[in-house]
């Protein structure tokens, strides 16, 4: 079973706007990774946080975990038609060693 | 840059035949991971490897489902038979921590 959900769905902004996904979880995790799809094809480790980090940046990309609520936000900032992907978020969950549960995934659209 | 390496990218298969897809990890990366992903959702871990040995394997259906990875380097996943519900695509993955892991390209799995 998967623990992340995200939301939304499915997201269609246009060129230069910012992207906000989220994504909650359900038990005690160690660290959240979110996870880049291009269609058909496999996933693109983006970035990383720890139970212990509350933000993080790493160039267009702004992460945000809050433990209390178990959610994570990611920020894609000034976005590009390759940005076009599905994103998804992936709990390493407490005692569960370095298995990855993956979320449903939203849809990022970017629009010209 | 090192890639992880799956072949086939494509098969197409009847059911109730076997099917195998064949992962090479990254160079010096000791964990290896096959994850299911259904079109739409995310990835769900079938099997875990620590060098040659299975740490985790709770959610490979062992009735069909088979992997081995004999000398702790590259890996196969076997499906015999093949049945419609295993229609996916196969992602492998390998990590050298217990954080970022690189996937493969993935096998796009049609069953008939």
């Known amino acids: 079973s998967q623990q992340g959900e995200e939301d939304p769905q499915a997201l269609s902004i246009q060129e230069g706007e910012n992207a906000t996904m989220n994504c909650s979880y359900k038990?005690?995790?160690?660290?959240l990774q979110w996870y880049r799809q291009n269609s058909g094809r496999g996933l693109v480790h983006l970035i990383l946080?720890?139970?212990?980090?509350r933000e993080k940046h790493s160039g267009r990309l702004r992460v945000t975990l809050d433990t209390s609520k178990k959610s994570s936000s990611l920020l894609i900032t000034a976005s590009r038609a390759a940005d076009t992907a599905s994103y998804f978020c992936?709990?390493?969950?407490?005692?569960?060693?370095?298995?990855?549960?993956f979320g449903t995934g939203t849809q990022l659209k970017v629009e010209l | 840059e090192a890639e992880v390496a799956q072949s086939p990218r494509y098969k197409i298969t009847e059911k109730s035949q076997a099917v195998a897809f064949w992962c090479d990890p990254i160079?010096?990366?000791?964990?290896l991971y096959w994850y299911r992903q259904i079109l739409g959702q995310g990835p769900e871990l079938l099997v875990q490897?620590?060098?040659?040995?299975?740490?985790?394997d709770s959610q490979l259906p062992k009735d069909r489902f088979s992997a081995e990875r004999l000398k702790g380097v590259d890996s196969t996943l076997k499906i015999q038979p093949a049945e419609l519900g295993d229609s996916a695509m196969y992602l492998c993955?390998?990590?050298?921590?217990?954080?970022?892991?690189?996937f493969g390209p993935g096998t796009r799995l049609t069953v008939l």
């Open positions: 160079s010096g990366h000791a964990t």
């Open positions: 993955a390998s990590s050298w921590t217990v954080d970022t892991q690189y």
């Open positions: 490897f620590q060098d040659e040995s299975v740490v985790d």
């Open positions: 946080i720890r139970s212990n980090e």
């Open positions: 038990t005690s995790i160690n660290n």
């Open positions: 992936a709990t390493a969950f407490t005692g569960g060693g370095n298995k990855l549960t």
